[in-house]
């Protein structure tokens, strides 16, 4: 059976690479971080889900994310390809944050999120960020 803990590290994490990078448009008070344990998926690192427009209206809420890190396949990736990973999930966030996506087809490919992950690395040293 799946189980969904809190992940404020993976929280802490996704608030510097949107920081670094200027992901100004990301509402980190309106995204939540979770870690699932006991999935059953094989090729899922994370993922995102977002509250659709319709219980955003039935439930008076504004558009909330949730990004979720699977124990089993992200906790045993090195930390470069853990900060990919993140990258990849934040990059499905539109600029207009309205519980929509972006898709892998059109924008979240492989080649805008090496594009972004280098830019990442790259900022991270120019701010002294990285631990020599």
């Not at 087809?105 to 090496?114: I, L, R, T």
Request: glycine share 6%.
């Amino acid at each position: 059976m799946i189980q969904y803990y809190n992940a404020p590290d993976i929280k802490d994490r996704l608030l510097e690479i949107i920081e670094v990078l200027k992901f100004e448009h990301v509402d980190m008070d309106r995204v939540y971080c979770v870690r699932s344990r006991g999935s059953q998926a094989k090729r899922t690192i994370a993922r995102i889900h977002g509250l659709g427009r319709i219980w955003q209206e039935a439930m008076s809420m504004q558009p909330t994310y949730i990004i979720e890190v699977i124990h089993e396949q992200f906790d045993y990736y090195p930390p470069d390809a853990q900060d990919r990973t993140l990258i990849h999930e934040l990059m499905h966030i539109p600029r207009g944050f309205k519980g929509g996506f972006r898709h892998h087809k059109n924008h979240v490919n492989s080649e805008n999120v090496d594009t972004w992950h280098k830019r990442y690395k790259q900022r991270r040293k120019e701010l002294g960020l990285d631990k020599v």
